[in-house]
Nanobody, 119 residues
Framework: QVQLVESGGGLAQAGGSLSLSCAAS????????MGWFRQAPGKEREFVAA????????DYADSVKGRFTISRDNARNTLFLRMNSLKPEDTAVYYC????????????WGQGTQVTVSS
């Protein structure tokens, strides 16, 4: 079965940038819309961004619009999230999953990758 593994998180200063990756293993990258989600301590998991299989259609939460860029490389079975102009409120564990609209539909979540933004 396909497993999604998130990586690239770390510590950044406010206003800085980080790039996250979500790699598929155990099979080909699913031909589905893919998305990023995040969960901060004490908060519910929330939608961040999504991209169609073709890459022609993207969707961003208002909180990250204009700052984050989602992309994918189907040939290399990888999903990306470029995070610019980071804010302390971006601090969270970031996860990827297949999505329908803004709803995650994959059966299993990866371990996520921690993003910490300091001011």
């Amino acid at each position: 079965q396909v497993q999604l593994v998130e990586s690239g998180g770390g510590l950044a200063q406010a206003g800085g940038s980080l790039s996250l990756s979500c790699a598929a293993s155990g099979g080909a990258f699913p031909r589905n819309t893919m998305g990023w989600f995040r969960q901060a301590p004490g908060k519910e998991r929330e939608f961040v961004a999504a991209i169609s299989w073709s890459g022609f259609t993207t969707d961003y939460a208002d909180s990250v619009k204009g700052r984050f860029t989602i992309s994918r490389d189907n040939a290399r079975n990888t999903l990306f999230l470029r995070m610019n102009s980071l804010k302390p409120e971006d601090t969270a564990v970031y996860y990827c999953n297949t999505v329908v609209g803004r709803t995650p539909v994959g059966n299993y979540w990866g371990q996520g990758t921690q993003v910490t933004v300091s001011s």
